[in-house]
């Protein structure tokens, strides 16, 4: 195998990524089926179409005068991105050492952990009364950190495995990230030229991104075959990070937040927004930047794990709803924390004439 770049398997062929060494991941091409060539041009190209109907979706939700506006009070922000970048990357690696995951497995839930919000934690936010503003601006600065931030933490947790910081491509995931900034950035553009597309964008997107969930699925289900997937994807150690990834990104969102004394819309958002990967992307590249015949079925536990993220955020916003409905009592909500300034105007009631 020539240390070359090959179409055929992702970004680097596996000598250039592991040094053709698969021992790295206890694994060889027989442990992790792989996919026939045909399927595997088949969802590496719908993979990277996706994500850049996904970013441009994404860049359409963003806009320039309310980005300024929490730049200028950045508390917010600023407790948002250490609770993305600080909570979810070490949940990640504490599961992938409690479970004790094999490398690969290993590798795979670190780049979920480390993955920037997506826009799905937007309709989430709103689902709970959230603060949108405060939502947007932190995905975008999420996706625009990532660039940094994603590489860098990968480097320093995979030194938490023996012989796993050398076999990480460090240079195919940064071009993959890179790749994600002209898409989104096209979004911004869309919405600060043309914002009345931004919303049909947005939706055909969101709905899109699902239906191509379903399509990969169904096309590796047919290459692998569901025994398998199963017990690639569904063993009881990567279903329990899954399921507690989500958990506990939301749990220490809020928490956070509320050490910090922000009002009850921005905890809920930066809740949101720490449970919430962006999940195409952390799909992607999977899929692209690692060889087939390394990363067999694995690409797919993104798909697991948003099931989770979706699930339990589900459950939150029903309990929060009966909260709303049934306990609220209606006060006055002492805003702790307003990082954009609002014109409050004092309506008054027509005064009767006397005739």
Request: glycine share 8%.
């Amino acid at each position: 195998m020539e240390h070359t770049t090959d179409s055929n398997t992702g970004l680097f062929t596996e000598r250039h990524l592991f040094g053709n060494d698969s021992s790295l991941f206890n694994i060889s091409p027989g442990h992790l089926p792989s996919l026939s060539p045909i399927i595997e041009k088949s969802i590496n190209v719908t993979s990277i179409v996706i994500l850049f109907i996904t970013m441009v979706s994404l860049g359409c939700t963003m806009e320039v005068s309310k980005i300024k506006a929490h730049i200028l009070k950045p508390k917010g922000v600023a407790i948002a991105v250490v609770a993305q970048f600080g909570i979810m990357p070490l949940t990640a690696f504490l599961l992938a050492k409690v479970l004790q995951l094999r490398p690969l497995e290993a590798v795979a839930v670190l780049i979920c952990g480390c993955c920037p919000g997506g826009n799905l934690s937007n309709l989430l936010a709103l689902a709970l009364k959230g603060d949108m503003n405060l939502s947007i601006v932190m995905t975008t600065c999420s996706t625009t950190l990532a660039l940094v931030m994603m590489p860098l933490l990968l480097f320093l947790y995979c030194q938490g495995f023996s012989d796993l910081g050398s076999a990480v491509p460090y240079v195919g995931i940064t071009v993959a990230l890179v790749m994600t900034l002209v898409p989104c950035g096209v979004g911004v553009l869309i919405n600060y030229y043309r914002p009345q597309y931004s919303k049909t964008i947005t939706k055909v997107g969101l709905s899109i991104l699902l239906m191509a969930t379903i399509v990969i699925g169904v096309l590796a289900g047919v290459s692998l075959g569901g025994t398998s997937i199963v017990k690639t994807i569904f063993s009881p150690p990567l279903m329990a990070t899954a399921a507690l990834m989500p958990l506990i990104g939301y749990t220490f969102g809020y928490a956070l937040s509320y050490l910090f004394r922000l009002n009850g819309p921005s905890r809920r958002t930066i809740a949101m927004e720490t449970g919430c990967q962006n999940i195409q992307l952390c799909s992607t590249i999977l899929k692209v930047a690692f060889p087939p015949d390394v990363i067999g079925a694995l690409y797919l536990f993104p798909g697991v794990y948003i099931m989770f993220q979706v699930g339990e955020a589900l459950l939150l916003i029903v309990l929060f709803w009966v909260h709303q409905r049934f306990f609220h009592t209606p006060k006055t909500d002492k805003r702790m924390y307003n990082p954009v300034d609002k014109q409050q105007e004092e309506v008054k009631e027509p005064q009767e004439v006397a005739v």
